[in-house]
């Protein structure tokens, strides 16, 4: 796994995480590329130097905030794997997923040029597919054998809905924008819901209403 920023430690609070706060507000409002380092330095309220102090460059701040998402998202991979009734417990997690990637929304909308521009950012997304998505096809595999899913037997059906899931996943918040200029309301509602159609066509009838009944309470709770 391509490692942290050399002698970067990650305390909490003080300047250094005011001025991720800042560069992450700034980056989902307007986008990585018209957003200076001086500009995230005068939002934040502190000079250019104690910036520099903790980042060198914007190219740093852009790999420590895709850092923190990977952080965020571990503990949902960990429930994932511990979970009994996985394709239940998806509906949450995937829902979960989709507000962490929200808060991160610029990397989800600029990632293909970022990495583009920094190997390293290309190496770190890379390693976070392959590491994340071997966790998939083994838990529909053993669905399938319990019987929650009808699959024929063909492990190369299992690892294109797996590739799908993460197509949606990666990409939903392009496709949006595609859509329309205003951002999605219900935009982790739909992206869990693309998610879940699929593999709807396979599951068993009894778990097809446990999951498409979790997202509507999960609508209903966000609508209150």
Known sequence: MPGRLRGVTRPHGGNRE???DTALRLFNEQS????????????????PGNLYYHFRNKQELIRELYSRQVDEFAPLWQEMQSSRQVFVSLVELLYRGFEITWRYRFFAREQ?????????LKEKL??????????????????????????PDDDGLIDDINRLIWMVTYYW???????????????????????????EPYLREDVRREMFDR???????RAD
């Open 126 to 151: 890379r390693w976070v597919y392959e590491t994340r998505s071997v966790l998939v096809p083994p838990l529909m595999d053993a669905a399938r054998k319990e019987g929650i899913v009808d699959l």
């Open 32 to 47: 990585t590329g018209p957003v200076s380092t001086n500009h995230i330095a005068k939002e934040a309220g502190v000079s």
């Open 18 to 20: 005011k001025i991720l």
């Open 215 to 221: 997202l509507g309470e999960l609508s209903r709770h």
């Open 112 to 120: 293909s040029s970022l990495m583009q521009q920094d190997p390293w």
């Open 173 to 199: 918040l392009s496709f949006f924008d595609l859509e329309s200029d205003e951002p999605p309301e219900n935009g982790f509602l739909e992206g869990t819901r693309l998610c879940l159609r699929t593999v």
